[in-house]
Nanobody
Framework: VQLQASGGGLVQAGGSLRLTCTAS????????MGWFRQAPGKEREFVAA????????YYQDSVKGRFTISRDNAKNTVYLQMNSLKPEDTAVYYC??????????????????????WGQGTQVTVSS
């Protein structure tokens, strides 16, 4: 399984970016997907996740109302639309996919331990 993330960059506070993650190597539509981020000196943290169908979405409280996760199963792609960006959103963003199709729901998906496959990360820098 390979995940390829892109779309990061430098943006001013209040701006927007859309991250893209394309998957290959297995049936994309069978698995939930997640986005995590890691700022310098901090642990990797959950940002958002989406169920295999796209019908359920979960967000970290600090990004609710600003970020939107979505997926296109026909394109094996998951997106993270980030609006109203803040300097504290600065981090390397990673897409991730769980090992099992059963890893799903509001309890599991925000937790990092069930994610087996990771993209290479894309840097998001928000200037004040």
């Amino acid at each position: 399984v390979q995940l390829q993330a892109s779309g990061g960059g430098l943006v001013q506070a209040g701006g927007s970016l859309r991250l893209t993650c394309t998957a290959s190597g297995r049936t994309f539509s069978s698995y939930a997907m997640g986005w995590f981020r890691q700022a310098p000196g901090k642990e990797r943290e959950f940002v958002a996740a989406i169920s295999w169908s796209g019908g359920s979405k979960y967000y970290q409280d600090s990004v609710k109302g600003r970020f939107t996760i979505s997926r296109d199963n026909a394109k094996n792609t998951v997106y993270l639309q980030m609006n109203s960006l803040k300097p504290e959103d600065t981090a390397v963003y990673y897409c991730a996919s769980p090992k099992d199709t059963t890893y799903s729901g509001s309890y599991d998906l925000p937790r990092i331990y069930g994610y087996e496959y990771w993209g290479q990360g894309t840097q998001v820098t928000v200037s004040s």
